[in-house]
């Protein structure tokens, strides 16, 4: 059984940082494609950034390039999102989402979507940036 379990949200000023964690088990496939989307009260999902394990190649979404960081602890089986000069508009539950990474060879695709085609999902963790 695949799990995703998220943590590290919480609640920062603008300006802040906030590093997210996401422990996938159970995804035995040897490259992944583990992703981070957000989604705001009213609006749609959208990507954040994502990570190719095998070949540690890394996207971003436009919104985020240069203020988050993604990366990947394989000894952990851990992937991390380093979120810094937080504004108001991060606000929004962060979800982590995993696949097989041949299931999504586009990964400027997986960015600037919505990850309605990923299989596996984690529960969400809050982020709040107050101004």
């Known amino acids: 059984q695949v799990q995703l379990v998220e943590s590290g949200g919480g609640s920062v000023q603008s300006g802040g940082s906030l590093e997210l964690s996401c422990v996938i088990s159970g995804l035995t496939v040897p490259h992944k494609c583990i992703s981070w989307f957000r989604q705001a009260p009213g609006k749609e999902r959208r990507g954040v950034a994502a990570?190719?394990?095998?070949?540690?190649?890394?996207y971003y979404s436009a919104s985020v390039k240069a203020r988050f960081t993604i990366s990947q602890d394989n000894a952990q089986n851990t992937v991390y999102l380093q979120m810094s000069a937080l504004q108001p508009e991060d606000t929004a539950m962060y979800y982590c989402?995993?696949?097989?990474?041949?299931?999504?060879?586009?990964?400027?695709?997986?960015?600037?979507?919505?990850?309605?085609?990923?299989?596996?999902w984690g529960q969400g963790t809050q982020v709040t940036v107050s101004s």
């Open positions: 989402a995993a696949d097989p990474a041949w299931l999504h060879p586009d990964g400027t695709a997986v960015v600037d979507g919505t990850g309605r085609d990923f299989h596996y």
């Open positions: 990570i190719y394990t095998g070949t540690n190649t890394t």
